[in-house]
Structure formats: structure tokens, C-alpha cells
């Protein structure tokens, strides 16, 4: 009997791992350590309800609902100078808590001080965009939906922003084959030569760890170059290097030649 591989995480693996070994955690500081942090806090609970709030790597992180997501940008831009959107995703959890995580990284230029505003949708549910504050949003939510499946509200232009309109699936989640599914392999063969020419031209290469050394428009050999296109050849070409304030390719690199005719000049 085959052992069971389990479908709710499909992405590549350890070759080995430790099965006692225990995964080091950040620890977590209490806010009360920073005082910029602590008011910071005072001024944001004002406003939204904060589920948790501490200290990680000296930076703020702070977690909320995900319907207070816009409201706390907003005072965090408004009334604290967060005024950078410098990245924001999604990490899938589907498996372990049934939804992904969201985190918006946020820079204050003024404070020089970055937080970290964190809250979890369920795997279906929608959440609010937060573009009309932040432009570099518009472009990171549409990755979002178009990676992740994560479908957000009120975006001016909510449309794939790197897989095809008509892909299938989403090729972040964990869920989702590290090679692409069974049409991936046929999509650009199909969309430029179509479907009668496959067996023609055979489908696409996706393995990214696959080298053909007779293939010399693809790949070269280190010390063993030829010509692109040229058939293959097993002569030894000699390794030419080119150093600062030196002659043009010099064969070999020595250190101590090269130090000695420093001093000479």
C-alpha cells in the first residue's frame, strides 16, 4: 500500500526533518517596553477594539478584526504618521484554521518606526480594500485575489494581476501543485500553436531543476563554453577574469602576485 500524502499541503518539503525537534518562536515583548509603542496603542484602542497588541523584534504588531482593518489604517495614517503601505499579503492557513492570515507592513517616514497590523479572514469570506489610503494597496490586493483567492470589497479594479483571467485555481495556496495542474503543462502550447500541434511540439517544460548538457541554447557549461546553438563539445575552454585597474582578462586571479605588484607601483 502507497503511504497516504496528505492534499492539504502539496508545497516542497525538508528532505529531512527532526521529528523532535521544536521550531524556534519570536518571542513576544510587551508593549509597555517602548514608549512611542504605548501611545501609539493608547491613541488606536480609542478607536478600534485591539484583540492583542506586543513587541516583536522591536517593532509594534498589533491584531484586530478583520472589519476594523480599514478603520485602524486609517487612524494609524491619520492621526500616528503611518503614512507607507510598504507590503501587505496574505499567508494560507486553510488547513491548520481554516482561512489566511492578512498583514499590512506600514512605515512611518517622520518616526522612522514601522508597524505591523495583522487580522485573519475565513477561507470564502471577503474583506474590505484598503486602496482609497494607500495607492501601493491597489496593485498588492489584486496580486492577493489573483495568488491567494482572497476576494476584497470596494477595490476599483479587483481582476488578476499576473495568471491569465481565465486560469483555474490560485497558485499560492498550499493546496495548489508546485508544477501547475494538468492544463498548465498544455497552456501556452495550446494558446500559441493550439491543441491540434501537441504532439508535435510536446508539452511545456516546468521542471526547474531539469539541465540537458547537449542543449546549447538553453544552458552553457562552466569551462566547457561553445557558441549558442553550436553542437556540444567536450575541449576545455580556459576561465578569463577581469579585474579593477588590470589588464584586459587576466587568466588567473593570484593574491599574492597581485598584492606585490601593488607595492611595486
Not at 129 to 152: I, K, P, T
Not at 158 to 169: F, N
Request: hydrophobic share 35%; charged share 30%.
Amino acid at each position: 500500500m502507497r503511504q497516504y500524502a496528505p492534499k492539504d499541503n502539496v508545497q516542497k518539503k525538508a528532505y529531512y526533518t527532526d521529528r523532535f525537534r521544536v521550531a524556534d518562536k519570536l518571542s513576544e515583548d510587551s508593549v509597555e517596553t517602548c514608549a512611542v509603542s504605548t501611545a501609539e496603542v493608547v491613541e488606536l484602542s480609542k478607536h478600534v477594539a485591539i484583540e492583542k497588541a506586543y513587541i516583536q523584534r522591536g517593532q509594534l504588531l498589533v491584531i484586530v478584526s478583520a472589519s476594523d482593518i480599514v478603520a485602524t489604517l486609517k487612524v494609524l495614517k491619520e492621526n500616528l504618521a503611518y503614512n507607507q503601505l510598504s507590503e501587505m499579503s496574505a499567508i494560507d492557513y486553510i488547513a491548520q484554521r481554516g482561512g489566511f492570515e492578512m498583514f499590512y507592513q506600514l512605515l512611518s517616514m517622520s518616526k522612522a518606526k514601522r508597524v505591523r497590523v495583522k487580522c485573519f479572514v475565513k477561507e470564502g469570506d471577503k474583506i474590505e480594500s484598503v486602496s482609497s489610503l494607500y495607492n501601493s494597496a491597489n496593485w498588492a490586493e489584486r496580486e492577493m485575489y489573483d495568488m491567494f483567492g482572497v476576494v476584497v470589497n470596494n477595490h476599483p479594479m479587483l481582476k488578476r494581476i499576473m495568471m491569465p483571467d481565465d486560469w483555474v485555481g490560485h497558485p499560492l495556496r498550499k493546496t495548489y501543485p508546485l508544477q501547475g495542474d494538468e492544463n498548465a503543462q498544455w497552456y501556452e502550447i495550446d494558446k500559441i500553436y493550439g491543441k491540434e500541434n501537441r504532439e508535435i511540439m510536446g508539452e511545456e517544460l516546468r521542471d526547474a531543476a531539469y539541465i540537458d548538457r547537449y542543449d546549447t541554447h538553453r544552458f552553457a557549461r562552466i569551462g566547457k563554453e561553445v557558441g549558442f546553438g553550436m553542437p556540444y563539445s567536450e575541449t576545455e575552454t580556459p576561465i578569463q577574469y577581469q579585474e579593477h585597474d588590470r589588464p584586459i582578462l587576466v587568466e588567473k586571479f593570484d593574491p599574492a602576485v597581485s598584492t606585490e605588484a601593488s607595492r611595486e607601483r
